[in-house]
């Protein structure tokens, strides 16, 4: 069964249930992860401001970039560069606007930001780099 | 030549290295399918498919249409269904049929929602482990099947199987794991350590982000260390690749079996520690399954028990 098993996920790799569980596997020399900040720039941490985590934020935007490869405008989806990614990310905050209303009343008609933050490898210190994706006003809420 | 070598090896190591046949009692299999069906309750879908549709399908999304189960009052037949599937088939009840349909149920609301575009991999070693149980029940049909008695409790005949399919199951998911580590970054994975650093940055901004709770005190220092002396993260990196890749030596014996479960285990909490990332279901399954604190509780009292009888 060792053997079978294995051979199955590594042939089928990441088909459900399959895996052949590559999370890790590639630590490349630059890793981006989003954020949400308001018109101060202060961080907004989604959780307790839209009812999400980032990493639902995250899994939005690669499906925002997988159907722009689909259409031809990106090569890939993996470092896309700053324009693409600021298409992507305007839609992903219109979503979660849309579809999050905040959870704190004095959030309500705010203006926040989506950031990307950046973290390479350069000369062999850490370079962290800070990108605004896109920015958008919180729907009202009713009182 | 290996034999050789193990007989010069000290008592200790020779028996971690003995290949011993597993032996599961009664009692051990009744107790590891209850709880394993207790840790799978949760994982049964709880609520409809985000979005309509499979446009990126996955798995059983490439050869049927899924999109049921973006209905509520579907969803809400399917995980009671499911859950009484769970049961039965813990019971040892039709396991085929049972466990089949809860494995059906799990692996099509998962692959409806994996196919909307993005990846996740939470629970996918329980699915693997539940479809090694019930792949064991359905072997087991071609011995019994003798009227509708044989059909129902045939699975039963076949339980130590079934687990030992499970920590095979197990076993394999993590040697796959080293292997696709090594083939996706060009066999060398295990050097990659300067790089590591960025990993836990971006598990620790992730953590802020969602919830503006900073990591704790080792992780904020493990990073700082890093930044200093990025080789270190090669010393990180190497045990744990050679871990899970010798995962597969945990059925050789019981007590490799504990060693390897224990290690794994050691491996996920420093995971944790360092990047906040929990692993939880591959925990559970570790626990219940490699180091097995059932079977060991079971061993130490039948040793009490035949000393006191001395």
Same mark, same amino acid.
């Given at each position: 069964m060792f053997l079978i098993m294995a051979a199955l996920m590594l042939i089928f790799g990441d088909q459900f249930p399959f895996s052949n569980f590559p999370m890790y596997s590639v630590l490349p020399d630059s890793v981006i992860c989003m954020r949400v900040t308001d018109n101060t720039g202060k961080l907004l941490p989604?959780? !307790?401001?839209? +009812?999400? +985590?980032t990493t639902l934020l995250k899994k939005q935007m690669e499906r925002e970039l997988h159907e722009m490869k689909d259409a031809g405008t990106?090569?890939?989806?993996?470092? !896309?560069g700053l324009p693409a990614s600021q298409k992507a990310g305007k839609v992903v905050l219109e979503w979660l606007l849309a579809h999050h209303p905040p959870r704190r009343p004095e959030l309500s008609g705010q203006t926040v930001k989506l950031e990307q933050v950046s973290y390479r490898v350069k000369h062999g210190e850490v370079v962290e780099k800070v990108d605004v994706l896109a920015e958008g006003r919180v729907q009202e809420v009713k009182r | 030549m290996i034999a050789a070598l193990i007989q010069r090896c000290p008592a200790w190591l020779r028996a971690l290295l003995r290949p011993e046949r597993f032996v599961f009692t009664t009692v051990e299999c009744v107790v590891i399918r209850l709880i394993f069906a207790w840790l799978a309750w949760d994982y049964i879908l709880t609520e409809p498919g985000r979005y309509p549709g499979t446009p990126y399908p996955r798995g059983l999304a490439h050869f049927m249409d899924l999109s049921f189960i973006h209905d509520a009052s579907v969803v809400m037949w399917l995980i009671w269904t499911a859950r009484v599937g769970l049961i039965l088939g813990a019971l040892g009840i039709a396991e085929p049929i049972t466990i089949g349909w809860t494995l059906f149920v799990i692996i099509a609301s998962k692959s409806y929602n994996l196919s909307q575009g993005y990846l996740g991999h939470a629970g996918q070693l329980l699915t693997l482990c539940m479809a090694a149980q019930w792949l064991g029940s359905v072997w087991a049909l071609r011995k019994s099947v003798a009227g509708w008695r044989g059909l129902i409790f045939a699975g039963m005949k076949s339980w130590p199987n079934q687990l030992w399919w499970m920590i095979s199951t197990i076993a394999a998911s993590y040697t796959v794991s080293a292997i696709t580590k090594e083939i996706n970054s060009g066999g060398m994975w295990p050097l990659k350590?300067?790089?590591f650093i960025l990993q836990m940055l971006k598990a620790h901004q992730e953590r802020i982000a969602s919830n503006g709770v900073a990591p704790g005190d080792f992780a904020l220092q493990a990073v700082e260390v890093l930044r200093d002396h990025a080789w270190l993260g090669n010393v990180l990196l190497m045990p744990a690749f050679l871990l899970e890749f010798f995962a597969?030596?945990?059925?050789?014996?019981r007590r490799m079996s504990l060693v390897i479960g224990l290690g794994l285990l050691s491996f996920h909490h420093m995971t944790e520690l360092l990047m906040?990332?929990?692993?939880g279901t591959h925990r559970q399954l570790l626990w219940l399954l490699l180091v097995n604190p059932v079977f060991w509780a079971m061993t130490l009292w039948a040793t009490k028990i035949r000393r006191k009888a001395i």
């Open positions: 989604l959780d !307790p401001a839209f +009812g999400i +985590g990106i090569e890939k989806i993996s470092n !896309p | 350590g300067k790089v597969f030596l945990a059925l050789l014996n906040t990332i929990g692993f």
